[in-house]
Structures are given as C-alpha cells and as structure tokens.
C-alpha cells in the first residue's frame, strides 16, 4: 500500500507543476485565469502548494480582500515557515490591517534570518504609523544604508517634515535627487517645503523643474499657481488652475479653495462662496477653507454666517491667531463688545501683529474706552516701527490709519484736558471769591473794634 500511494504521488500530485503557468499570468495580469489556476492546484493538493496560496495571496490583496490574503500568507508560510518572501507578505497584510505592532513582531522575526531593505522600511512604515517618530527614522535610514530607494526617501523626508525640521527633510529630498534625478515628485515635494519655509523663488525654482519632467503634475501646478496668486497674478493663476482640473484633479478641494480666493480678490463674492463650499464639501475638515469662507462673508456683510465658519475654523485648528482676530471682528459688527475683547485678548497673547493691536484699539475707541484705545494703538506703533521697509510699505492703509488713530486719541485726550480745566475754573474762582470775603469780615471787625475804643 506504501509503495502503491507512492506511486500515485509521483504520478501528477507534484505540487510544483504548474508553478510556471501561475507565474507567466500573473506577471502578464491576466488575475481571473490565475486566480482559477491557483484554486485548481489548491483543491488538487489540498492546500498543499506554497507558490499557489502565495500568488492567491497577492490577487486578493490586489483586489482590496485583505484579511483573505493574510489567511493565506499565513498558510505559505506553515509550509515554508523560513521563506523570507512569506514573511514580508504576511507583514505586509498586517500592516494593511492596522495591526502595525503584530507587523513589527513579523518584520523583526524575518530581519533575524536576513538583512533586507524592505523589510527595514516597511517596518518604518509601522512606526509612523504608531507615530514612534525617531525609530521610523532609525528605519528608514537603515533601510537606505543597505539599498536606496526613492520611497525610502520620501518617506524619510514626511518624517523630518513631521518633526517640523523642514532643513533636514529638504536635504534628505535633495539626496534623493542624487539617485533618482528626474523624479517630478521630490521636486514639487522640495518646492513645496520651499513653499512652506516662505521661500517662494526656490520654491518656484524646483517647481519649474517638476513641470519640466511632468507638464501635467496637477500638484506642481496647483502650488506654483498659488505662488503666482499670492504675487497678484490672479488671471494666470487662474489659467494654472483651469490647467490643473483639465489633468483630471477636479475634485481637489485645494484646487476650489484657490480658486475661490481669486475670485474674492476680483470681488466676484458669489463666485468665491461657490467655489469655497464645493471645496467644504470635498474637504469638511479643513480649517483654511472654513477660515476662508468667514473672510468672505465678512466681507459681504454676513457676519452671522462669517461667525459660523470662524468659529468651525477655530475648532479645527485652535492655534491660529488670526481666525480670533477676525472672529472679534466679527462680533463687533454682531454687537458683542465682550465677547469681541476676549478674542482679541486671545488673539495677541497667540501671537504680537500690529493688525491686532491695532484692530483692537479702533474697537476701543468705537466704544468710548480711550485709555485702553491709546495702549493698544502705542503696542501697535512699537511693532509697525520694528519691521522692515518693504513690509512697512506691503499695505500702505496701515500707517494711514495709525496716523489717523493717533489723531482722533489726541484730539480726545485734548478735550478731556480742556474740560478738566474748565472743571478747574470755577472751583479756583470761587475760593478766591471766598479769600476776599473773609478778609472783608476782618477789616469790617477791626473798624467796629476801634468804633468801640473809641465810643469807650
């Protein structure tokens, strides 16, 4: 019976036979046939094939069945439990799980049979996600110690950027560019670290030469027409974003927001506010597109709706100054003078602008409170003289309107000094009047004193 069943397993049960087949579909992507295959030689073998679950493993993975594939990962590597392939894979769907510390257990285990880059790096991935920054770095560095690669790379610069060391995360891009020179990627990531840095000619530098490899990277058009926005371009960047959705990226949220904020500075209100709620729409949860929408509601003199999205942008994101400066804006003309000062008083103790100050004091004086007007307005003076010459002349109604303010305080500090004297008047007329009645008794005493000397 041995010899028999033998035999038979030596006739056509060779798990291995139609590994060739499987692997010719599947490097072509021809997934249903392969799929079919692999089941075939499964159900013959009865589980027993190692290339077959792990091909079935990768198809399922490709087809979003994550828990299915790790299953027969899993299963590979029963039958070959030192394959270094399995293990990766089967880390791979853990990750893909969530189940980021149970990857970093399987990583470790295959790094002690062999030291391979991906598993390096795909344990970096692990720890980002954990946010163990400093050992997602350790990772990745290791990783490219022993082979560089450029999604080593650019996950080690998202790291440096998390740590907001934009400088290391700017050199560790261009390193990357060093291996990979003519990858449009690493450059709009530099220029939009450049960007982020307040470097808009380098920014717009390495921009120009993503573009250059990749005329149609939506994302490198999208940020070098917010630069050209910001420098008062507003027709080309608009041709720079009509570009950008005509390369399939309508649906960004950035996208509408920036073209929301053109059409405001063209004053074209509706416009911006229809472009900034589709960008809500895409985007609910992010602050810059509620901040903007209260800015032109503001302006348009909706300032219930412009306290609805400040205060949406300021649950958002809770730091940013100037959301609370024009929220108190915003309950000044709402008739909420309270309310307005406590946010302003947030505001300044978030960060020193002279616009705040100087926003503040002009709500003081509105509201007769003159002492407290004429601090914030000598606050304001103090931080407009400390800056530089061209951000001095970047908006020329600023020092109008200080010298204005000053003005108008003078001119009230002047009437106050004026009625206190008129105050003083009367009182210094009246004690003198009261002076030259006392010595009138005296003298009229004395004459009747001597009267009676004399009539004695």
Same mark, same amino acid.
């Given at each position: 019976?041995?010899?028999?069943?033998?035999?038979i397993m030596s006739g056509n049960d060779d798990p291995t036979e139609k590994n060739a087949q499987i692997h010719s579909l599947y490097i072509r992507q021809d997934f249903d046939p392969c799929l079919a295959l692999c089941n075939e030689v499964i159900r013959e073998h009865k589980g027993l094939c190692e290339y077959a679950l792990y091909v079935k493993g990768l198809i399922m993975r490709h087809e979003g069945k994550i828990q299915e594939s790790l299953e027969l990962f899993q299963s590979a590597t029963c039958l070959n439990p030192h394959s %270094? #392939?399995?293990l990766k894979q089967v880390g791979r769907s853990l990750y893909l799980l969530g189940k980021h510390k149970f990857a970093i257990q399987v990583f470790d285990d295959a790094l002690q049979h062999v030291e391979d880059w991906e598993l390096w790096h795909n344990k970096g991935l692990c720890f980002l996600y954990l946010k163990d920054l400093e050992r997602a770095r350790d990772c990745f560095e290791h990783a490219n110690a022993i082979e560089r690669h450029d999604a080593t790379y650019m996950q080690l610069g998202k790291v440096f950027t998390l740590q907001e060391n934009y400088d290391a995360a700017i050199?560790?891009?261009?390193?990357? =560019?060093?291996?990979?020179?003519?990858?449009?990627? %690493?450059?709009?990531? %530099?220029? =939009?670290l450049y960007l982020r840095c307040n470097q808009q000619t380098k920014a717009f530098e390495y921009l120009g030469k993503s573009l250059t490899h990749d005329p149609r990277?939506?994302?490198?058009? $999208?940020?070098? *027409?917010s630069i050209i926005q910001d420098h008062g371009d507003i027709d080309v960047a608009l041709v720079k974003y009509r570009v950008a959705a005509a390369t399939g990226d309508v649906n960004s949220a950035q996208l509408w927001n920036n073209v929301g904020m053109c059409f405001f500075v063209k004053q074209k209100y509706l416009a911006a506010i229809s472009c900034l709620k589709r960008a809500l729409a895409l985007a609910p949860f992010e602050w810059i597109i509620a901040y903007n929408l209260g800015l032109v509601? $503001?302006?348009?003199?909706?300032?219930?709706?412009?306290?609805?999205?400040?205060s949406s942008s300021?649950? $958002?994101?809770?730091?940013?100054?100037?959301?609370?400066?024009? =929220?108190?804006?915003?309950?000044?003309?709402?008739?909420?003078?309270?309310?307005?000062?406590?946010?302003?008083? !947030?505001? %300044?103790?978030m960060e020193s602008d002279h616009l705040f100050h100087l926003n503040y004091a002009i709500t003081l004086y509105n509201s007769n409170e003159y002492e407290q007007s004429r601090q914030q307005?000598?606050?304001?003076? !103090?931080?407009?003289?400390? =800056?530089?010459?061209?951000?001095?002349?970047?908006? !020329?109604?600023?020092? #109008?309107?200080?010298?204005?303010m000053d003005l108008l305080l003078i001119r009230v500090e002047r009437a106050e000094q004026s009625s206190r004297s008129a105050s003083r008047a009367p009182e210094n007329?009246?004690?003198?009047?009261?002076?030259? +009645?006392?010595?009138? +008794?005296?003298?009229?005493?004395?004459?009747?004193?001597?009267?009676?000397?004399?009539? *004695?």
């Open positions: 019976e041995f010899v028999l069943s033998n035999e %270094i #392939d399995n050199e560790t891009y261009k390193e990357a =560019l060093e291996f990979s020179p003519e990858n449009p990627e %690493i450059f709009t990531t %530099i220029g =939009l990277n939506p994302k490198a058009i $999208l940020a070098a *027409g509601h $503001l302006n348009t003199g909706q300032y219930a709706s412009a306290f609805h999205y400040f300021i649950n $958002l994101k809770c730091d940013y100054a100037s959301a609370y400066m024009f =929220l108190a804006v915003t309950l000044v003309r709402l008739d909420d003078f309270e309310n307005a000062c406590d946010a302003y008083n !947030r505001a %300044i103790e307005l000598n606050e304001c003076k !103090r931080l407009f003289e400390e =800056l530089d010459a061209e951000a001095q002349n970047a908006d !020329r109604e600023v020092p #109008d309107k200080i010298k204005r007329k009246a004690s003198q009047e009261g002076e030259a +009645e006392a010595e009138n +008794e005296e003298e009229e005493e004395g004459e009747a004193e001597e009267e009676a000397e004399e009539s *004695g």
